[in-house]
């Protein structure tokens, strides 16, 4: 006997898992269930419910807590599932709970995308204007290169001479 608790641990997905708790594998073929130490049933399990919930079933947000995911949690661990009386969904519940994850993930999606376009537009017009920043500042640094034509303001101080005309110089 160990010094650990165990519990049954069921491999419900239809292919091969193999998980690793502190570096160490644990496989279980398709449908195979052991017994297996509480704590690393219950990682084991998280890591099954997220592979079957994303290559299964195509669900994005593996983390939420949701009748889908505590499902699976019930099929995997059944000796938990009944500590606790847990009663797995029906075929019919469980269409329901994946179909609903799956159009909010969807929605989810969408809702996202639109801000993605939205934050796009708006990073297009900060380069834009950052460019005719950059622009006008070349042209201030051409200016400022240019020397200033110097020239003196008001009247100069001495006329110059104008031609005598040639009917008075007699």
Same mark, same amino acid.
């Given at each position: 006997?160990?010094?650990?608790?165990?519990?049954?641990?069921?491999?419900?997905?239809?292919?091969?898992?193999?998980?690793?708790?502190?570096?160490?594998?644990?496989?279980?073929?398709?449908?195979?269930?052991?017994?297996?130490?509480?704590?690393?049933?219950?990682?084991?399990?998280?890591?099954?419910?997220?592979?079957?919930?994303?290559?299964?079933?195509?669900?994005?947000?593996?983390?939420?807590?949701?009748?889908?995911?505590?499902?699976?949690?019930?099929?995997?661990?059944?000796?938990?599932?009944?500590?606790?009386?847990?009663?797995?969904?029906?075929?019919?519940?469980?269409?329901?709970?994946?179909?609903?994850?799956?159009?909010? &993930?969807?929605?989810?999606?969408?809702?996202?995308?639109?801000?993605?376009?939205?934050?796009?537009?708006?990073?297009?017009?900060?380069?834009?204007?950052? &460019?005719?920043?950059?622009?006008?500042?070349? &042209?201030?640094?051409?200016?400022?290169?240019?020397?200033?034509?110097?020239?003196?303001?008001?009247?100069?101080?001495?006329?110059?001479?104008?031609?005598?005309?040639?009917?008075?110089?007699?």
């Amino acid at each position: 006997m160990t010094q650990f608790e165990t519990t049954l641990f069921v491999n419900v997905d239809d292919k091969e898992f193999i998980g690793y708790f502190g570096s160490e594998p644990y496989g279980f073929k398709a449908g195979e269930s052991r017994e297996v130490v509480k704590f690393v049933a219950h990682h084991l399990a998280k890591h099954l419910i997220d592979r079957i919930l994303q290559e299964k079933w195509g669900v994005k947000n593996t983390l939420t807590d949701t009748s889908i995911r505590k499902d699976l949690m019930a099929n995997i661990l059944p000796k938990e599932a009944e500590a606790v009386n847990y009663k797995p969904l029906t075929p019919e519940e469980k269409e329901k709970a994946l179909a609903e994850v799956l159009d909010k &993930q969807a929605d989810t999606i969408k809702e996202l995308s639109s801000k993605t376009e939205k934050l796009e537009v708006k990073l297009g017009e900060k380069n834009m204007l950052e &460019q005719k920043v950059k622009d006008l500042e070349k &042209q201030l640094q051409k200016l400022l290169s240019v020397k200033p034509f110097k020239s003196k303001m008001g009247r100069p101080k001495k006329l110059p001479e104008s031609p005598v005309p040639v009917s008075l110089e007699k």
